[in-house]
Every structure is written in structure tokens, then in C-alpha cells.
């Protein structure tokens, strides 16, 4: 995984958009970001449950850790792509992107 796979799979979610927030890009959906990319390009984060995040740390620590802070403690979860594969971070993000779609949405996104 690198970052122009994670931003491919985060575009292939309904209705999301790629802008850019401090600097590096995010991905939203109805104005609400469910991804970004670093800075650095190494790595990206996805907006999780607490209880999502904690699933995926526990199952894939080398790939997964909460982000710093009171953002980690709420679900914020960064993906270090060279460790991540791309099944898992697929799962991520439609997790993340389930978390932030408005209604409307959830019926025609991913499963």
C-alpha cells in the first residue's frame, strides 16, 4: 500500500471529494473528512469508532495505531501504508466513511 493506492480507494467510496486541509489532502464526504494522507506521504488516517480502532489495533498493530492525543482517544486511527494491505485498508475506509456519510448515502455505499 502506498498513498496514491489509499487515495484511489478513498475516491471509490459514493460522493467523496479529495481537498486539502493543513497542507495535505483529505478525503470527505457531505463536507465531513473520513481520510487524510500525511504530510509526509507515509501515512494516512482514517476516522474510526473508538471500538473499530481498537479491533484494528489489536489485529494489525504494525499497520495500525491510534493518532495522537484526544483525536486517537475518539477514533482517529493512523495507517502506516507500507504495512497496511490493501483488504484491510479497503475495510478501514468504508468503515470511516460509513461513520461520516449522511443517511441518505449508506444505502447506496459499500458493504
Do not use: C, Y
Not at 497542507?23 to 482514517?46: L, N, Q, S
Not at 470511516?96 to 448515502?105: D, I, S, T, V, Y
Amino acid at each position: 500500500m502506498n498513498a496514491d493506492e489509499f487515495r484511489q480507494l478513498a475516491l471509490s467510496f459514493p460522493e467523496v471529494e479529495e481537498r486539502s486541509h493543513m497542507e495535505h489532502p483529505d478525503f470527505r464526504v457531505g463536507g465531513k473528512i473520513f481520510a487524510t494522507i500525511a504530510p509526509d506521504g507515509v501515512r494516512g488516517m482514517v476516522k474510526l469508532t473508538p471500538e473499530q480502532q481498537a479491533i484494528l489495533t489489536r489485529s494489525e498493530p504494525s499497520a495500525f495505531e491510534p493518532a495522537s492525543g484526544a483525536w486517537g482517544r475518539n477514533g482517529s486511527t493512523m495507517v502506516t501504508f507500507a504495512n497496511a494491505d490493501e483488504a484491510t485498508v479497503r475495510q478501514a475506509l468504508s468503515a470511516a466513511w460509513k461513520n461520516m456519510a449522511p443517511k441518505r448515502l449508506l444505502d447506496s455505499g459499500p458493504s
